[in-house]
């Protein structure tokens, strides 16, 4: 199972970048999806998470109202607007769950998995 972010880069303030995260690997899943940041020099926080139905999600203070999550069909995504230099960081995507595999001519089995992305940079100039 593998988890690769794309979609950072260099942005100004204010303005807007879509995170997908794209999982591979397997042949459907059920998990709860967050996405985490690591600033220069500090430890890695989280930044918003979604439960596996959809119906619970949360998004760290700073970044409410500007940042929505979102998890559909094997492609999570962030959407991040009004970005701010302090939100400069490396922003990683995580999936926690069920994960299934169907090969043909085998029975459909399952895995109990957390799994990380690589990370993408994400950095905002004032």
């Known amino acids: 199972v593998q988890l690769v972010e794309s979609g950072g880069g260099l942005v100004q303030a204010g303005g807007s970048l879509k995170l997908p995260c794209a999982g591979s690997?397997?042949?459907?899943?059920?998990?709860?999806m967050s996405w985490s940041r690591q600033a220069p020099g500090k430890e890695r926080a989280g930044v918003a998470t979604?439960?596996?139905?959809?119906?619970r999600i949360t998004s760290e203070d700073s970044v409410k109202g500007r940042f929505t999550i979102s998890n559909k069909e094997n492609l999570a995504q962030l959407q991040m607007t009004n970005l701010k230099p302090d939100d400069t960081a490396v922003y990683y995507c995580?999936?926690?769950?069920?994960?299934?595999?169907?090969?043909?001519?085998?029975?459909?089995?399952?895995?109990?998995?957390?799994?990380w992305g690589q990370g993408t940079l994400v950095t905002v100039s004032s």
């Open positions: 979604m439960s596996s139905n959809g119906e």
């Open positions: 690997g397997f042949t459907s899943s059920i998990v709860d």
């Open positions: 995580n999936a926690d769950g069920v994960f299934y595999f169907s090969d043909p001519g085998e029975a459909v089995r399952w895995e109990q998995l957390e799994v």
